[in-house]
């Protein structure tokens, strides 16, 4: 329980120095800046590889499974990669919210900031809930399984002219019947009165918008990281560690999102692999070493084929 204490503590603190000190005053993140701090938080994911190997070297952390601390330092680290390569489409669709909202770059990080608390939650329920279900229902991996081959077949011959519309949403008519919303911005609040009446500004519909799209990708993240190992700590803080990073991946990443088109087929490959895995773990388990080979070759692969067919087109 003092892991998880401060494992919570060292978060909270990361991000009170994020919102508090480093980004107190609103201002545009150039990708130098966001470039940087991606390096700082991938530094610092697979940092944290060694305190997961310590942790577990030296019994601090409940072991349920009863891995060891090298096969742990291993799911740790794949569970991370998953949720990273994982978080990429959703920095996509983070770039279409903020551009039909309209929102501008210095506010973008704020609106990150927020949403990644509700992510934490979420994330914290979804897997505290999933790994109760695998570990009482064995059947639940075959569910899980199938559900991620679905989804990696549903993103290999979806459309590619669906275009997501925010404005258009469920969610965005929902909270037009709960509070009014105003086009108008107010710098970087998420409220604003027009005639002693609470509106809404596009800041903060587009927060709701990406935690409703964060649950979503939750769906298939959690599974994934899910049929790599059901320790809860391995499983959150790989998750978390890839969140965190997120608001840095974006601004880094957000205007050269075209140059990785061919990253989703590292994605495909990825999710189909994992539900593989899920769907014959009671019969037949990858050592953990494939496992990790495979979806940091896939990563790698997509990327150089990415970076290589843009040169040509360009």
Known sequence: MIVWILFFAAIFIFLALDLGVFNKTPHIISSKEAGIWTGVWVTLSFAFSGVVNW????????????????????????????????????????????????????????ILFWGILGAIGFRGLMI??????????????????????????????????EEYNPKKSFVYRVIGKVIPITSHMEKEHFFTKINNINHATPLFVALLVIEVMDMLFALDSVPAILAITSDP??????????????????????????????????????????????????????????????????????????????????
Not at 81 to 103: G, V, Y
């Open 55 to 110: 942790l577990y070297s030296n019994e601090y952390i409940a072991n349920p499974t009863g891995i060891k601390p090298a096969v742990a330092t291993i799911k740790y680290i794949t569970g991370y990669l998953i949720e990273l390569s994982l978080s990429i489409d959703n920095i996509f669709i983070i770039a279409i919210i903020f551009a039909s909202f309209r929102i501008p770059q210095k506010y973008q990080h704020r």
């Open 128 to 161: 505290f809930f999933g790994v109760i279900l695998i570990n009482k229902f064995s059947w639940m991996t075959y569910l899980f399984g199938a559900f991620l081959l679905f989804t990696a077949f549903k993103m290999l011959f979806k459309k590619s002219e």
């Open 233 to 314: 700590f391995l499983v959150f803080s790989s998750n978390i560690f890839a969140i965190l990073g997120l608001r840095s991946m974006y601004f880094f990443l957000a205007n050269m999102l075209e140059k990785f088109s061919c990253l989703e087929y590292s994605l495909i490959a990825i999710l189909t692999f994992v539900g593989i895995k899920m769907l014959v773990v009671h019969h037949y388990k990858f050592p953990e070493w494939v496992s990790l080979s495979f979806i940091a070759l896939s990563l790698l692969v997509g990327i150089i084929i990415s970076i290589k067919r843009s040169q040509i087109e360009d």
